[in-house]
């Protein structure tokens, strides 16, 4: 059973870290807040790979298995960041993520400049066409004061306001995400759980994840590893807020490594024995393409869990504008429970399905003698 303090400290870490400013290829400020975090708890190993991707190791006590579980979140968010003043109040900014160029026109903007944000509005954009889409390259932003080159900007809305036992905020994909890690590690290391297990936090998702391409190239992740890549996903009309975390099957490019969806629905489904108000879901999840497609097909036991995403990319589709996204906080919490068993690993992955293989031995078993006896005459 979740406990009243284990949840309060879930809230905390998740919205200092989805107050963070982020954007694709300027995820320093998210990779601080997660670095510092890890180096405060002690007991972590924390390295940076070439790409700037962060690997936290996390083994304490007797439990050690040959597969452990790597939890991938990404540290960016779709955003803005500050190319250079062409006037006195004429920001050019680059545009990096998946955001339709009909929300831009009239959009209020904030800009992390020198410790402090500056409002602005998006007067016109750019676009061009990529993989089949329209998609905004650079935007003139209006701002009262000069924005120097680098700066983030984000879609103009609060840290995050808590209603209703949801999170609105700027950003959940995917700091919400690399939240619910951190309350793990957080967990395991307070309860003194005994755990082998790994995390990455990438840079770049949102472009393409070339974090995690990067990563798959470099082996960050040991190849032992099972990979469970954490997303936000598009609330879908089958994959309803508040219905608990998400395990994927795949996403609209690929379908992840069998063995490892059924590995963690297998844990999922131990674990909702033991606690009542766990709850979980198993879909496709064919909005869009996450890392665990990049993973899987670069030679990773991989598979994929999400929480639904409201205003998915600030987009508001029944207004037609911007608004901030939101998720579910039980979802939350369910997900940051069920982190906890997999890298408990209570029960290990072997890279075999081992219930379906003992349903099938089971049935094999029970059958076999009326199956032979069959074989030329009826009984
Ligand atoms: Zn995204």
Redesign the pocket.
């Known amino acids: 059973m979740l406990s009243k303090s284990r949840s309060a400290a879930n809230r905390k870490i998740l919205t200092e870290l989805i107050a963070t400013p982020t954007a694709p290829f300027a995820e320093h400020f998210a990779i601080e807040v997660v670095e510092k975090f890890c180096h405060r708890l002690g007991r972590t190993a924390v390295t940076r790979d070439a790409a700037g991707n962060v690997l936290v190791r996390l083994r304490q006590g007797r439990n050690r298995t040959t597969r452990p579980v790597c939890i991938t979140a990404?540290l960016d968010?779709?955003g803005f960041v500050a190319d250079r003043m062409l006037s006195a109040n004429r920001l050019r900014a680059f545009w990096r993520?998946?955001v339709s160029p009909d929300y831009f026109i009239g959009g209020r903007v904030r800009l992390w400049t020198n410790g402090r944000w500056v409002r602005g509005k998006v007067a016109s954009v750019k676009t061009n066409a990529d993989r089949g889409r329209r998609r905004v390259d650079t935007a003139i932003i209006t701002v009262p004061r000069p924005v120097p080159k680098g700066a983030i900007g984000m879609w103009d809305f609060p840290d995050f306001t808590l209603r209703n036992g949801r999170v609105y905020a700027r950003v959940c994909?995917?700091l919400a995400g690399a939240a619910a890690i951190l309350c793990c590690i957080d967990a395991l290391i307070h309860g003194k759980s005994a755990c082998d297990a790994y995390f990455l936090f990438t840079r770049a998702?949102?472009v393409g994840f070339v974090g995690a391409i990067a990563a798959a190239r470099a082996v960050t992740i040991p190849k032992k590893c099972m990979v469970v890549a954490m997303?936000?996903s598009a609330e879908r009309l089958n994959a309803k807020l508040g219905d608990g975390p998400i395990l994927r099957v795949g996403d609209r490019s690929t379908i992840f490594t069998p063995e490892a969806t059924a590995y963690c629905e297998r844990v999922a489904a131990d674990l909702a024995k033991r606690n009542r108000r766990f709850k979980f879901q198993r879909k496709l999840m064919d909005g869009?393409t996450c890392e665990s497609s990049a993973f899987r097909t670069l030679g990773y036991d991989t598979t994929g869990i999400c929480v639904a995403l409201g205003n998915?990319?600030n987009m508001n589709p029944k207004r037609k504008r911007l608004g901030p996204e939101y998720i579910d906080l039980n979802d939350f919490d369910n997900v940051v429970a069920w982190f906890i068993e997999l890298c408990r690993a209570s029960i290990p992955y072997t890279g075999k399905d081992e219930k379906m293989l003992s349903e099938l031995v089971e049935l094999e078993r029970k059958y076999a003698r009326l199956l032979h006896q069959t074989v030329t005459s009826p009984k």
Request: aromatic letters at 8%; charged letters at 35%.
């Open positions: 990404h968010h779709p993520g998946g994909d995917d998702e949102e997303e936000t869009g998915y990319h």
